[in-house]
């Protein structure tokens, strides 16, 4: 099966009685009983598949870790509350018993850089940050730390860098050291990392996967060696995602592929559009023949998709003419997310890199007239016309 049949059939009718629903239901209950005693005890060893307590198992988050262990291509998947849980767990699961010291990528989402730095940090794992695209410095960085574990986004925020993760999977295995990545921004249906040898694939679902701005979840998928850790992790402590997020985003991702296939080709032509603006400077998009890691995206995704992220630099804009451009926008959606139906914008500087100061953003390349889109489903016309309007 295709994956764009596997987003809409997977995970559903698991036959739990003698009818069975097309969709699976939202189930409450806090724990389950069986007819008989014996079968509730190889259900709680782990012998026979099915619920006992919440914590543990639920049908309709199940459902959920089903489609995504398929879609990832994983051998097995834990939902979590949120993205920033699934990560947590992700890091705690390949530190259990390796080194403490973590190798990641200097340009991940602002709120994992605070983790490894404010939570990890302190309780003795040390992270040292290379950068992702420069194979030879990650290589070097690879074999001076001997990291127990390694993390990495598959595109990177804001300006839609892409490592070589197939390249990099293959250091880590040769190294013999975990690679977890963050799919959120391309989805399995642009990179599936564990195919190209990650150990562990982790998504914040309240993004591209549940898709509609109403859920805030996240996930975890892992190849067989990490399952049962993750397992055992998730079952101990319980930062599992409820019955009616799991639900929810069931529900959005039946819709994946269409929703991406629109966002793609929106980003496409708002990319386009944007670089023959005279008020953009700049564009950001993997689409660009002149993108930075334009032979990485070649290699690793599918032709003409690119996500639905766009950023650009408008021309002689300081923070005061960026926030104004933003508040002319009136259909485009001023907020701190991506991956919804609606297009949204944010500005960096204010919101996903607030807490690092002007100069190690302007070294990292985040200028203070760049915004970043995520292109929605809305029609092309609306999209340009609504930024031409606030760009004029
Ligand atoms: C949003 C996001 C997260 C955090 O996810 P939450 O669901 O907000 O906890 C992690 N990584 C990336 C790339 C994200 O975009």
Redesign the pocket.
């Known amino acids: 099966m295709k994956i764009e049949s596997k987003t809409v059939h997977w995970g559903d009718r698991q036959k739990p009685g003698s009818y069975i629903p097309v969709t699976t239901p939202i189930y409450t209950a806090a724990s389950y009983v069986y007819d008989s005693m014996d079968q509730l005890d190889r259900v709680f060893d782990l012998q026979e598949q099915g619920p006992s307590y919440a914590r543990y198992d639920n049908p309709t988050r199940n459902a959920l870790e089903e489609v995504m262990r398929e879609l990832e291509s994983g051998a097995g998947a834990i939902a979590c509350a ?4 699934a ?1 947590h767990m992700s890091v705690l699961a390949a530190l259990l018993d390796r080194p403490k010291r973590v190798l990641a990528a200097n340009m991940m ?1 602002g ?2 850089t605070s983790m490894l730095m404010k939570i990890f940090d302190p309780m003795g794992v040390e992270t040292t940050q290379v950068d992702p695209c420069d194979l030879a410095a990650f290589e070097a960085a690879l074999i001076a730390t001997k990291p127990g574990a390694v993390i990495t ?1 598959t595109i990177a ?1 804001p300006l839609l860098r892409v490592p070589a993760l197939d390249k990099i999977a293959e250091l880590c295995r040769k190294a013999e050291v975990p690679l977890i990545v ?1 799919n ?2 391309a989805t399995p249906l642009l990179v599936r990392p564990l195919e190209l040898g990650a150990s562990i694939v982790c998504h ?4 591209y996967l549940a898709g509609h701005g109403d859920v ?3 996930v975890i998928i892992s190849d067989a060696t990490h399952f049962d850790t993750i397992r055992t992790l998730s079952r101990t402590i319980g930062p599992v995602l409820g019955p009616f997020e799991s639900y929810l985003t069931m529900r959005g991702i039946k819709t994946l592929a269409l929703r991406y296939e629109r966002q793609c080709a929106n980003a496409i032509q708002v990319a386009q559009w944007l670089g023959q603006h005279p008020r953009v400077a700049r564009v950001y998009f993997p689409g660009d023949p002149q993108h930075a890691d334009s032979a990485a995206i070649a290699r690793l995704f599918p032709k003409n998709k690119f996500s639905g992220l766009v950023a650009f630099e408008i021309k002689d804009a300081d923070k005061p003419k960026i926030f104004r451009f933003m508040e002319r926008l009136k259909m485009i959606v001023r907020a701190t ?2 991956g919804d139906v609606h297009t949204m914008i944010l500005y960096p500087a204010m919101a996903s890199h607030r807490d690092l100061s002007p100069k190690h953003r302007e070294r990292l390349g985040i200028h203070e007239n760049l915004v970043r889109m995520s292109i929605g489903i809305e029609a092309i016309e609306d999209i340009l016309a609504d930024l031409d309007q606030a760009l004029n």
């Open positions: 949120s993205g920033m849980s990560i989402y709120a994992t986004e925020n963050d959120t921004f914040s679902v309240t993004k805030l979840g996240g997310s991506l």
